[in-house]
């Protein structure tokens, strides 16, 4: 009964990642698309492709920080999964359905701990990570809107003697390598969430004898979760969020070829930068930051902040909303085994 329910819920941790990967494929293809570099389907196929190969580069500290970070191990059975996964997944579900480019990680993240409160109280959240993660909510974005202004600054200026039609030209190669790096970084920090908790599902239950291994850092994550959870968000990525495409790439601010590359490639740094110090930050945030920070250097007007406050509001309610969804499920699910046991 045990292998069946742990079987059913690495299915259920790959749906999310699928989701991830939908909502997000926003975050990888919006500038290159509404730019005119890459059609839709070639961009979704160029960022999926990437998404996935970004196994061989990053090691796996995003995915050890939210296996033995965020929730104590002793609280965690197979409902505070469920109830973390339903709660992650039903409102990345609705954000991707209104087109708001939400933050995966922080559904996944709210969830999980909503879950754990609900079973084992606000005793069961080890804070100092929880707190690392919350203060990236807002830093990943700074930081990418600072980057993003800075890198288009420094473009402008470098250019301003050369005749649009080559800059265009010249930035319209260079954004289909920004668009790669941005996508080896999604799929590096992304994935790894999902792998996180997947590992510590089958350490708190299949392989129990090696929890003290994984938690002091002798065992790695098994290779086949590594792979499966980058397959997974590159097939979500495949399909696309469209709407979640339209508002991120075209509603919120006009961007050119140029400032394409800067924003890619601002996100790209801070994510890249994140992933290897296994900070399991917000890649969606990251990227919004990125272009708002590009499109304000011609002029703040440039920017549609109605879109963008939509935006924010809607980061500000994921981590409580998932949890709140997870820690309902899980109740009623606890409810359900008293009624029926």
């Known amino acids: 009964m045990e292998v069946a329910g742990v079987v059913f819920l690495v299915f259920v941790a790959l749906l999310f990642d699928f989701y991830n990967g939908m909502n997000d494929a ?13 059609s839709p389907i070639a961009a979704v196929v160029w960022a999926a492709v990437f998404n996935f190969v970004a ?16 929730v104590q191990p002793g609280v965690v059975d197979l409902w505070v999964i469920l109830g973390g996964l339903v709660g992650a997944i039903v409102w990345l579900a609705t954000a991707t359905h209104f087109g708001l480019p939400i933050s995966a990680s922080h559904s996944l993240i709210g969830g999980f701990v909503g879950s754990a ?13 929880v707190y690392k993660i ?51 970084g999604h799929g590096g920090n992304d994935a790894q969430k999902t792998m996180g908790i997947i590992a510590i599902l089958l350490y708190s239950t299949l392989w129990r004898d090696r929890l003290p291994a994984f938690q002091s850092g002798e065992e790695e994550i098994a290779l086949w979760i590594v792979l499966v959870c980058h ?22 601010t006009k961007i050119q070829p140029v400032g394409g590359f800067c924003a890619e490639t601002a996100a790209a740094i801070s994510i890249w930068g994140a992933t290897f ?16 920070g590009v499109g304000s250097v011609r002029r703040l007007s ?33 409810l359900l085994r008293l009624l029926f046991s």
């Open 26 to 38: 926003a975050n990888s293809i919006a500038t290159v698309v509404s730019t005119r570099v890459l």
């Open 55 to 70: 196994f061989l580069i990053f090691k796996t500290h995003v995915a050890a920080t939210i296996g033995k970070g965020v």
């Open 117 to 129: 409160v609900a079973k084992g109280g606000f005793g069961a959240v080890m804070l100092g990570g």
């Open 134 to 184: 919350l203060l990236f909510i807002v830093l990943s974005p700074a930081i990418g809107m600072a980057l993003g202004l800075t890198f288009m600054l420094l473009m402008s200026w470098v250019c301003c003697r050369k005749p649009p039609a080559q800059v265009d030209r010249y930035f319209r190669k260079l954004q289909l390598c920004s668009a790669a790096l941005y996508s080896l």
């Open 231 to 252: 397959f997974a968000i590159a097939l979500g990525t495949l399909t696309g969020g469209w709407r979640v495409i339209r508002t991120l790439g075209m509603r919120l």
């Open 277 to 292: 110090a296994g900070i399991p930050i917000s890649t969606t945030h990251t990227i919004t930051g990125s272009v708002i």
């Open 302 to 334: 440039a920017v549609r902040w109605g879109v963008a406050a939509n935006i924010v509001w809607a980061w500000v309610f994921t981590v409580p909303g998932a949890a709140a969804i997870a820690a309902v499920t899980y109740s009623v699910l606890s």
